[in-house]
């Protein structure tokens, strides 16, 4: 049966690619009615809206003749669910605190419906203390996040975190969110969890850099596993030769530092989960031009210094601490002496200890054999495929959740 989307445009640049998400929408056999907000509707006509939906357009609280015909309450109630996108600082604001000033809050108040938003704006407003305070609010009300992502802003110069999700990565996560409703809401629904995975790439000049073998499968798994439990799930990513997982949002990085920056925006999270293998080491004043071989002379000489340590940075204590703080012990001897001391040394409740030796084919392979360590002991899991440990490790994750309270 067709999905019923109620599709609500704030007024931010990006709502022209709203317009597209009408269309991925509809492509996806969902009949889509929208409301523009009045602050919308000086980047997109309700005529362009109303064109693609195939549907009239609905702007105003007070208009006599759709309050008569469908009114606010029947339009929240109607659809399946709701998205809002993009969602805009102001939106959320109002959001949060349970405003209903116009016809697009109104509706939101209202509705008994899942809601999807998908944040734009400047990376400053969405850095801004007032606006973390009202994604925690809203997150704890149990509504759904997809993005924002980061990359360069429509104000030149500017770039950071605040770039709307695509709108195709919004109509598959709006599906799967109402496609798992019949069997309820996930047992992450309303958590947020963040992930790293793969390696990083530390540059030596503009064409070499250190990297490792880490393929990011068992991370990727790990996003996928906890989207398909109902978090909000960010997904930070090292370069990797692997498909953005469905409904979770992605920040690709290359360096350990742009990594952590990554981590630190995403922030605040119920879980986070630090799978990437990050390098140790970065080169100490890489060479702003390729390093020739005629200029160096004898083979070169690489300074190198300490990266900062995300796992242990996530994990040290305050009020920004995830409640539970997972990393990976990546070891080719000892696996286990060496993950129990990693998870006493950062600060980590679990520690997912597993052989990267070349014979386990580990990296790179599908398969794992893990070690779980916690404050109560180890256990090691029997060797599955790395779907089979993420399921199993989210699930635990949750298992845990459900038994601790914890405000993010
Ligand atoms: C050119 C321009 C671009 C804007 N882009 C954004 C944006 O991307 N995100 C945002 O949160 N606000 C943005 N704003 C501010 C909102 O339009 C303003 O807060 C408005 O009141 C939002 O109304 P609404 O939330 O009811 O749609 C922009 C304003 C202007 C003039």
Redesign the pocket.
């Given at each position: 049966m067709a999905q019923r989307v109620l599709l609500i445009i704030?007024?931010?640049?990006?709502a022209y690619k709203s317009l597209d998400l009408i269309r991925r929408l509809r492509e996806r056999a969902c009949e889509v009615r929208v409301v523009l907000?009045?602050?919308?509707q000086e980047f997109v006509t309700p005529l362009s809206a109303g064109a693609l939906s195939n549907d009239r357009v609905f702007t105003d609280l007070f208009d006599l003749d759709d309050e008569r015909e469908i009114g606010h309450i029947r339009l929240s109630r109607d659809a399946d669910m709701v998205i809002v996108a993009?969602a805009?600082?102001?939106?959320l604001a109002k959001m949060a605190t349970g405003q209903a000033g116009?016809l697009?809050t109104a509706v939101l108040l209202a509705t008994d419906k899942p809601v999807l938003v998908a944040p734009?704006?400047?990376p400053r407003?969405w850095d801004h203390p007032a606006t973390r305070r009202n994604v925690r609010q809203l997150v704890s009300d149990g509504v759904h996040f997809i993005g924002p992502k980061a990359g360069e802003m429509a104000e030149r110069g500017e770039a950071g975190v605040g770039r709307m999700a695509e709108a195709s990565d919004i109509a598959d996560a709006a599906l799967q969110l109402v496609g798992g409703r019949s069997e309820g809401p996930g047992p992450l629904a309303g958590r947020h969890v963040i992930v790293t995975s793969g390696p990083t790439h530390e540059p030596i000049d503009p064409v070499r850099y250190i990297a490792n073998r880490s393929s990011g499968k068992q991370g990727h798994a790990i996003a996928a596993a906890a989207a398909e439990l109902g978090a909000r799930v960010t997904l930070v990513s090292g370069p990797v030769a692997l498909a953005d997982p469905v409904g979770v949002d992605v920040i690709k990085v290359e360096t350990a530092a742009q990594m952590m920056e990554a981590v630190r925006s995403a922030l605040p999270a119920d879980i986070a989960i630090c799978a990437a293998a990050v390098a140790d080491w970065h080169v100490v004043e890489a060479a702003g031009q390729k390093m020739k071989k005629s200029n160096v002379g004898a083979a070169p000489t690489l300074a190198l210094a300490e990266n900062v340590d995300i796992l242990q940075t996530v994990a040290r204590r305050g009020p920004r601490r995830p409640g539970l703080v997972i990393g990976f012990a990546a070891e080719t001897e000892n696996v286990i002496e060496h993950g129990q001391r990693k998870r006493k040394d950062k600060g980590a409740d679990w520690i997912v200890a597993n052989d990267v030796s070349p014979s386990s084919g580990t990296f790179g392979g599908d398969r794992n054999t893990v070690h779980l360590i916690t404050a109560d002991g180890v256990t090691s899991w029997p060797p599955d495929s790395k779907d089979g440990v993420a399921r199993l490790l989210i699930g635990q994750a949750a298992d845990w959740l459900s038994h601790h309270r914890i405000d993010v």
């Amino acid at each position: 049966m067709a999905q019923r989307v109620l599709l609500i445009i704030g007024g931010g640049i990006a709502a022209y690619k709203s317009l597209d998400l009408i269309r991925r929408l509809r492509e996806r056999a969902c009949e889509v009615r929208v409301v523009l907000t009045r602050a919308a509707q000086e980047f997109v006509t309700p005529l362009s809206a109303g064109a693609l939906s195939n549907d009239r357009v609905f702007t105003d609280l007070f208009d006599l003749d759709d309050e008569r015909e469908i009114g606010h309450i029947r339009l929240s109630r109607d659809a399946d669910m709701v998205i809002v996108a993009p969602a805009t600082a102001d939106l959320l604001a109002k959001m949060a605190t349970g405003q209903a000033g116009d016809l697009a809050t109104a509706v939101l108040l209202a509705t008994d419906k899942p809601v999807l938003v998908a944040p734009a704006m400047n990376p400053r407003m969405w850095d801004h203390p007032a606006t973390r305070r009202n994604v925690r609010q809203l997150v704890s009300d149990g509504v759904h996040f997809i993005g924002p992502k980061a990359g360069e802003m429509a104000e030149r110069g500017e770039a950071g975190v605040g770039r709307m999700a695509e709108a195709s990565d919004i109509a598959d996560a709006a599906l799967q969110l109402v496609g798992g409703r019949s069997e309820g809401p996930g047992p992450l629904a309303g958590r947020h969890v963040i992930v790293t995975s793969g390696p990083t790439h530390e540059p030596i000049d503009p064409v070499r850099y250190i990297a490792n073998r880490s393929s990011g499968k068992q991370g990727h798994a790990i996003a996928a596993a906890a989207a398909e439990l109902g978090a909000r799930v960010t997904l930070v990513s090292g370069p990797v030769a692997l498909a953005d997982p469905v409904g979770v949002d992605v920040i690709k990085v290359e360096t350990a530092a742009q990594m952590m920056e990554a981590v630190r925006s995403a922030l605040p999270a119920d879980i986070a989960i630090c799978a990437a293998a990050v390098a140790d080491w970065h080169v100490v004043e890489a060479a702003g031009q390729k390093m020739k071989k005629s200029n160096v002379g004898a083979a070169p000489t690489l300074a190198l210094a300490e990266n900062v340590d995300i796992l242990q940075t996530v994990a040290r204590r305050g009020p920004r601490r995830p409640g539970l703080v997972i990393g990976f012990a990546a070891e080719t001897e000892n696996v286990i002496e060496h993950g129990q001391r990693k998870r006493k040394d950062k600060g980590a409740d679990w520690i997912v200890a597993n052989d990267v030796s070349p014979s386990s084919g580990t990296f790179g392979g599908d398969r794992n054999t893990v070690h779980l360590i916690t404050a109560d002991g180890v256990t090691s899991w029997p060797p599955d495929s790395k779907d089979g440990v993420a399921r199993l490790l989210i699930g635990q994750a949750a298992d845990w959740l459900s038994h601790h309270r914890i405000d993010v």
